[in-house]
């Protein structure tokens, strides 16, 4: 009887286990499709704010009335309900047609000539520099000797329209990701640093060589704003049970692209850093007359996750150094199941003048966990002499040219 009943149990319990698999993957499947959709309303808080994609603004800015790219030919015209669902879903953004292999439509090229060119010179050199701190804060420096292969797309933009048209030709030499031998890869594009806009190719199934041939086009963009973009191409392998792999990518800032004609780019794929930890923006204040060291944590973006549900609980553990010494702890509240927190927390310490250069402030992200010891998801130390890096030099020294005043500045954080 016993037998019986231990027999009922496990069937049971093995029942159970199959349906919880079943569920899972139809999650999983389900939350793959709804992300090729899924477009979100930029905040007026965050940094991409003013780089949104809606027309509207740049009509505000320009002055001049938005015109949409010349009409597709009828035999590209024609889409499945999926597509149509996929415009609805843009709802303004982006506009996205996929033409025939081979065929292209006439576009504009000619330049607007009303700015001054004095003007558009700064204009040319602030948009250069800021692509290029932009491309240093994506971009690890470290070069990769591995191959994980090349893409071919090109470039040209409408003048006329302000309109840049991007298109995602082939891949070559892909690696493969799957136990067949081969990858399902499809290709991600963002134009940073706006990284909740992103629009994804279709995916090409057990391919090494997939040939995409799609035409993605973004409006409204005046070729100012848009130089001050960097273009990301990132090639993934479709999982349908698991995450998908990041097979590589490749930064193109756009101020070092020439726009007078149609441009073509074989670029090497580049394998993604796997430290990313994310990045932090703070800020310091030193007010020499009352030696008050303030340092405060805005909020932080894009970090790690640590946790099987794919997110984490971060909060930051701030330590107050005088050479190897630690003197003095401060803590944030823990945020739960999220990898952007908001934590607005302001932490005051008492640093003689005499003294502000040889204290340091070492800054940990971690991710809290009920059961087991708490992870350090990254790290960045805040020092005049040692940071942990160019940047929170940098900051430091900003911090103590200016006194009372508060200097504010992104950070990526580094692994351990």
């Not at 240093?136 to 309109?163: K, P, R």
């Not at 690696?175 to 890869?185: E, M, Q, V, W």
Request: contains cysteine; charged residues 25%; hydrophobic residues 35%.
């Amino acid at each position: 009887m016993a037998s019986l009943i231990l027999i009922a149990c496990l069937a049971i319990l093995g029942l159970i286990i199959a349906i919880a698999l079943f569920l899972a993957g139809g999650y999983l499947w389900w939350r793959h499709k709804r992300s090729q959709l899924q477009f979100i309303e930029p905040n007026e808080d965050e940094e991409s704010s003013s780089y949104s994609l809606r027309a509207a603004q740049d009509i505000t800015e320009s002055g001049n009335p938005p015109s949409k790219p010349p009409p597709v030919p009828v035999a590209q015209a024609i889409t499945t309900p999926l597509q149509n669902n996929i415009n609805r879903k843009l709802n303004g953004f982006l506009s996205l047609r996929t033409p025939l292999i081979g065929r292209s439509a006439a576009q504009s090229k000619t330049p607007n000539t009303s700015t001054s060119g004095n003007a558009s010179d700064g204009g040319a050199k602030d948009a250069a520099n800021k692509s290029i701190s932009m491309t240093d804060m994506y971009l690890d420096g470290a070069d990769s000797n591995e191959n994980v292969g090349q893409i071919h797309f090109s470039l040209e933009y409408d003048f006329q329209n302000t309109t840049l048209i991007l298109k995602v030709l082939q891949g070559k030499e892909l690696p493969a990701k799957d136990l067949s031998g081969t990858s399902d890869p499809y290709v991600r594009v963002t134009l940073l640093p706006d990284k909740k806009h992103r629009l994804e190719t279709k995916i090409k199934r057990r391919t090494l060589n997939p040939r995409w041939n799609e035409t993605f086009y973004f409006e409204g963009f005046p070729i100012q704003k848009l130089q001050s973009r960097v273009l990301h191409l990132h090639v993934f392998d479709y999982d349908r049970f698991s995450r998908d792999d990041s097979i590589g990518e490749v930064f193109l800032p756009l101020c070092q692209v020439d726009f007078a004609g149609k441009q073509s780019f074989w670029k090497a794929l580049k394998p993604p850093a796997k430290d990313k930890c994310g990045e932090l923006l703070s800020s310091l204040c030193y007010h020499p007359s009352n030696s008050v060291l303030t340092l405060t944590l805005i909020k932080a973006r894009n970090l790690k996750a640590k946790d099987i549900n794919g997110k984490s609980d971060p909060y930051v553990k701030v330590w107050l150094q005088f050479g190897d010494k630690r003197v003095e702890k401060r803590k944030t509240p823990i945020f739960t199941c999220t990898l952007n927190p908001v934590f607005n927390e302001s932490f005051s310490f008492n640093v003689p003048w005499e003294k502000i250069r040889e204290c340091s402030l070492d800054v940990m992200v971690m991710d809290f966990d009920n059961i087991g010891r708490n992870e350090l998801i990254g790290r960045i130390l805040l020092a005049g002499k040692n940071g942990s890096g160019a940047s929170e030099t940098k900051h430091w020294q900003d911090m103590i040219s200016k006194p009372r005043q508060t200097v504010v500045q992104w950070h990526r954080l580094k692994p351990e």
